[in-house]
């Protein structure tokens, strides 16, 4: 839990948009793989397997009726020390709006976007995860990226 914990947490956050749901869904996680820790094959890294648990955990809670409501969610990432306090709240502002963004993607989109682009997955690893061909990985990337270029057009626009 220590190794991965926070990367955990953060796979729930980004799929379920809830904090609480994401700090259920990690404690679910530890507490099935230490009682099915005997089931782990060693295919893959135990990070990988967490992740896979975590992603199959957050998807089922999202498919019950209390979870289908859509909410939006503020995203405010920590920055470190150095910059001026107007630098500071100019970043936080462009990394909330990204992430406001991935989050508005459909979960199949933002989950290979995330695995990618946070967790450095290649898609190889990404199909194995989400018993996906790597072809079906590389395009929903390709449209996540896609729809991220849009979201980011639109709001150019708009200023």
Known sequence: MASYGQEVWNLAYLLTRKH???DDITQD???KAHANIRAFRGDSSIKTWLLTITRNL????????????????AWVMPQGAGPSAEQEAMDNEWTSRVWLNVLKLPVKLREV????????M????????????EGTVKSRLSRARSKMSEYRRESEEYE
Do not use: C
């Not at 809670?61 to 979870?67: D, G, H, I, K, P």
């Not at 290649?122 to 061909?133: E, F, N, P, V, Y």
């Open 20 to 22: 609480e749901m994401a």
């Open 29 to 31: 996680v530890f507490l």
């Open 58 to 73: 957050a998807i089922n809670s999202l498919r019950t009726a209390f979870m289908r409501k859509v909410t939006l969610v």
């Open 113 to 120: 976007l995330v695995l990618h682009a946070k967790y450095e």
């Open 122 to 133: 290649s898609t190889k690893d990404i199909a194995k995860m989400l018993q996906l061909s």
